[in-house]
């Protein structure tokens, strides 16, 4: 099994072949690699040498088109396509885009991820046919950063601190939704990643509960007109919030009313391109990968929109509308939910 070297630093993306492979990320320095402090481990790693140097592996992936998998997903793409970006990113302290839910980190950090990547990292592909696969490449040289596939018990503890560090923030969201909506049982029952918060919520409720005290008021109209007044005022600010939503959400596909694109979206440019994605997705919620691969061998077919795109509404497809940005003149297929009429 023959691999070949690419390096972003020196090389041009036209040395990546676009056909199917697997593919080797390699550490270029680790004397001051400051990514590993935040575990409080330094996990061991196997090294590939390549003439009188050897070079800790991070990670294994494998595609159906490597060049889009490493140029376009890993060194130039965003977290929630390339779980190596993600894992990279927490453990250097990136800030997630609470916009995106919490699938990839904000644009400057991207950015600065994607620079960072381009300067310590190096790759060695392979696109055999009679190549190892990307499983078995995993088990020969257990890559630190690859959690999937991986169940060697060398660096066991590092992969479960690197997981929970990429779950880290839906898992706070989870646990600020779930305190509010019950009362924790105890305080010494609180044993959640978000542990103060979720025991002081538990806390708060168990003292409105114990100094909750029952009157009974002599004069119970006195005070009903004016509730009945708050009330009235109340209803009519959630109406009003009410129609002023489906006001905003309502689309005119008249190809000159104004709509700002509110995420990131990799869109169709096809009806029948965004059918097949939309197949992939639900008949394989767990496995995104299989939605990148699509990606990556039907990029003529994909657009990216991002957020703050202004747009127009050509007409309203199947699957979303058919827009057209106004930057540039592309068009793609985006759902309605991510369009908001410009102000």
């Known amino acids: ?15 990546l072949p676009e056909s199917k492979g697997v593919f080797i990320v390699l550490l270029k320095r680790i004397d001051h690699y400051f990514i590993f402090e935040s575990t409080g481990l330094f996990p061991d790693f196997s090294n590939y040498e390549i003439g009188k140097w050897c070079y800790p592996i991070a990670y294994i992936g494998g595609s159906v088109n490597l060049r889009s998998r490493i140029w376009n997903q890993c060194l130039n793409g965003t977290a929630d396509k390339m779980t190596l970006r993600k894992s990279i990113g927490v453990l250097m302290g990136l800030k997630f885009d609470q916009s995106n839910g919490y699938k990839r980190f904000i644009k400057p950090d991207e950015t600065m991820l994607s620079e960072w990547m381009r300067d310590n990292l190096m790759f060695l592909y392979c696109d055999e046919q009679e190549s190892l696969t990307e499983v078995e490449l995993i088990a020969k040289f257990n890559p630190p950063f690859n959690i999937k596939n991986n169940t060697n018990p060398v660096n066991a503890e590092f992969r479960e601190i690197l997981s929970g560090l990429r779950n880290d923030v839906s898992l706070i969201s989870a646990d600020v939704i779930s305190s509010a909506d019950h009362v924790s049982p105890s305080i010494q029952e609180c044993h959640s990643p978000n542990e103060k918060i979720d025991c002081a919520l538990s806390t708060n409720n168990e ?22 007044a708050l009330g009235i005022v109340v209803i009519m600010v959630i109406l009003y919030n009410i129609f002023s939503w489906i006001g905003n959400n309502l689309v005119n596909a008249d190809g000159k009313t104004q709509y700002v694109v509110t995420q990131d979206f990799l869109a169709a440019v096809d009806n029948e391109t965004a059918q097949t994605l939309n197949a992939i997705k639900l008949e394989n919620p767990n496995e995104p990968e299989l939605l990148y691969d699509y990606a990556a061998i039907h990029w003529d077919k994909l657009i ?7 747009v127009v ?3 309203e497809e199947g699957y979303g509308c058919k827009v057209k940005r106004l930057s540039d003149g592309m ?7 991510m369009l908001s009429k410009k102000r």
């Open 304 to 310: 990216d929109f991002y957020q703050g795109d202004v």
């Open 313 to 315: 509404v050509l007409k």
């Open 1 to 15: 099994m023959k691999f070949k070297i690419f390096d972003p630093v020196q090389d041009s993306i036209n040395n």
């Open 207 to 228: 003292s409105h509960n114990t100094n909750i005290k029952i009157t009974h008021s002599s004069t119970p109209a006195k005070y009903s007109k004016t509730r009945i």
């Open 331 to 337: 068009k793609g297929i985006i759902p309605k939910r």
